[in-house]
């Protein structure tokens, strides 16, 4: 399951997730570590 969350804290029972880190930037997370940090959001719907 993905989906996106306000923090890290609300990704406790996700697989996937990501947090808005500014225009057009998100940091992906998988549970709650940290994948990548500073994607181009337009990258996002290619993964």
Excluded: F, H, Q
């Excluded at 399951?1 to 697989?15: H, Q, R, S, Y």
């Amino acid at each position: 399951m993905g989906c996106i969350v306000n923090e890290p804290g609300e990704m406790a029972d996700v697989d996937y997730g990501y947090v808005g880190k500014g225009i057009g930037k998100i940091t992906l997370y998988k549970g709650k570590e940290v994948v990548e940090r500073n994607v181009n959001s337009e990258t996002l719907w290619m993964l």
